[in-house]
């Protein structure tokens, strides 16, 4: 194996902290959103339970955030729906520079999501108020997807070197 990729394989586990960064985040996302759905629900129904009027946008900000958060986990898994019913009758080469052109397609997306994504977050989102909660900013709505974009920046560049890397190390040979 050359050099290089010792050297840039040394990089992992900071890939693997981010991960588990974004995994405990996504976790802690969900145990809100269930907590604060039960608390609405049990309010409706049971008088001394108290029953918000910010729980349902709460929700709706933490699903969004879990959402593309969770997207960009699957990308480190190349856990999304992809065609590969032409791949066993490609040469190998040809897969792997299809790879390759697919994982800059989504790097272009990831970089599109950052840039757009954070114009709209401090624009649109910057003037607005969630109607629940008029002191909280709407920022924090539009916010998800230039977060987005960066956690899928980061995953998708390893991604990219594990399919450059493999046109030169040959599987199970590291």
């Given at each position: ?45 049971i008088?001394f ?106 995953f ?19």
């Amino acid at each position: 194996m050359p050099a290089i990729f010792k050297t840039i394989d040394k990089v992992k586990p900071v890939y693997d902290a981010t991960y588990n960064v974004v995994l405990l985040v996504c976790k802690l996302l969900l145990t809100g959103d269930i907590l604060i759905t039960c608390m609405a629900v049990a309010g409706r129904y049971i008088w001394f339970i108290p029953d918000p009027p910010w729980s349902e946008e709460l929700v709706l900000t933490c699903m969004s955030y879990m959402a593309v958060l969770s997207a960009a986990l699957a990308i480190r898994r190349n856990a999304h729906i992809r065609m590969t019913a032409l791949d066993s009758y490609l040469p190998k080469n040809v897969v792997k520079a299809l790879d390759v052109l697919s994982d800059v397609a989504v790097m272009v997306l990831a970089v599109i999501m950052l840039t757009v994504g954070w114009r709209y977050a401090v624009s649109i989102g910057a003037k607005g108020t969630y109607v629940s909660m008029p002191k909280v900013s709407r920022f924090w709505m539009y916010f998800p997807i230039p977060l987005a974009g960066v956690a899928m920046i980061i995953f998708q560049l390893e991604v990219l070197y594990n399919h450059i890397k493999a046109f030169f190390v040959e599987e199970g040979k590291e």
